[in-house]
């Protein structure tokens, strides 16, 4: 059974940052391209960011380029979000999980913006 415990969430301002985190464990973490997504309650779950394998290629859904970095450490089996400039439309839950095909999701971080 795969393991990604997500991290990081908060409430946040607008225009403000954050960092999320995700722990993958019982996973060959450094032979996959991961990926962020996220849901709003009634909504269905988006695509924000995809990482390759080995960090050499990246891709963001068109709301978020300019504003979100997605990053890896493999050596760690950990995977990062940096969201900056954040909006009142990136409230979500956040999750991580293999890009193709998907595994088993963990519970999320919450991202709340809000003034």
């Known amino acids: 059974q795969v393991q990604f415990v997500e991290s990081g969430g908060g409430l946040v301002q607008p225009g403000g940052s954050l960092r999320l985190s995700c722990a993958v464990s019982r996973f060959p973490f450094s032979l996959n391209a991961m990926s962020w997504y996220r849901q709003v309650p009634g909504k269905e779950r988006e695509l924000v960011a995809t990482?390759?394998?080995?960090?050499?290629?990246?891709n963001y859904r068109d709301s978020v380029k300019g504003r979100f970095g997605i990053s890896r450490d493999n050596a760690k089996s950990m995977m990062y979000l940096q969201m900056n400039s954040l909006t009142p439309e990136d409230t979500a839950v956040y999750y991580c999980?293999?890009?193709?095909?998907?595994?088993?999701w963990g519970q999320g971080t919450q991202v709340t913006v809000s003034s």
């Open positions: 990482i390759s394998a080995n960090a050499g290629t990246t």
């Open positions: 999980n293999r890009a193709l095909p998907f595994n088993s």
